[in-house]
């Protein structure tokens, strides 16, 4: 079983689309996260979410909206997308805030390409 | 505020050959320290952490050592493989942070030819 999963795996769409990425985590961990890969690999938190409430909200346009249904799922939609969202997002979660162990768990990415 | 700062890549070696990435942080007080490590096409993985100055971390044949001093945690390998091709990322965490950000460098990608 994969520990944190993600899908799509790649995203294909036209700039103005709409367009969601799911992750789930059967790790029981409380904390999930949103992170952007940009294309020179340079990896910065876009949200974090601790037991369904959000703790980190970095400065994201606001067409990027979360949402964590539970503390196992945290979604990412974006709205009106623009060619500059094309990147790669990776899902994460930790037991706790990762402050204190600094280990977080990744999925595999999903590789958004916008046209 | 809170930064890490890696060698730019990137790195190319010939197997068995010896591996320095360096890693340079700027932090108020004394955050925690961690490598990553992303192979082709899967997410980032925990390589080794130190959590204090001095703390040497290791793993799978890495290493790297906390030092306070020079503001420094330089990933050293003493014989690489063509396995361990893959992208490295240093991140701190700030002790005490109670939002569990971490910050990651910009990664440096190695490549070990046979």
């Known amino acids: 079983d994969t520990a944190v999963s993600q899908t799509p795996k790649y995203l294909v769409t036209q700039m103005g689309n709409d367009k969601s990425i799911k992750c789930e985590q059967n790790?029981?961990?409380?904390?999930m996260y949103w992170y952007k890969q940009d294309s020179k690999k340079f990896l910065k938190i876009m949200f974090s979410y601790n037991n369904k409430e959000l703790i980190i909200n970095e400065t994201v346009p606001n067409r990027f909206s979360p949402k964590s249904p539970d503390k196992a799922h945290l979604n990412l939609h974006i709205n009106s997308l623009e060619l500059g969202d094309s990147a790669v997002y990776f899902c994460?979660?930790?037991?706790?805030?990762?402050?204190?162990?600094?280990?977080?768990?990744f999925g595999e990415g999903s590789r958004l390409t916008v046209l | 505020g809170d930064s890490v700062t890696q060698m730019e890549g990137p790195v190319t070696l010939s197997e068995e050959a010896f591996l320095t990435i360096n890693c340079t942080y700027t932090a108020t007080g004394y955050p925690s320290l961690f490598w990553y490590v992303q192979y082709p096409g899967e997410g980032l993985q925990l390589l080794l952490k130190?959590?204090?100055?001095?703390d040497k971390g290791s793993n799978k044949g890495f290493e790297a050592t906390y030092r306070k001093e020079t503001t420094s945690f330089h990933l050293e390998k003493g014989s690489v493989q063509v396995s361990d091709s893959a992208v490295y990322f240093c991140?701190?965490?700030?002790?005490?942070?109670?939002?569990?950000?971490?910050?990651f460098g910009r990664g440096t990608q190695l490549t070990v030819w046979p």
């Open positions: 994460a979660s930790s037991p706790g805030l990762a402050g204190g162990t600094g280990e977080l768990f």
């Open positions: 130190a959590t204090k100055a001095d």
């Open positions: 790790l029981g961990h409380d904390t």
């Open positions: 991140a701190l965490s700030a002790r005490g942070s109670t939002l569990g950000r971490l910050y």
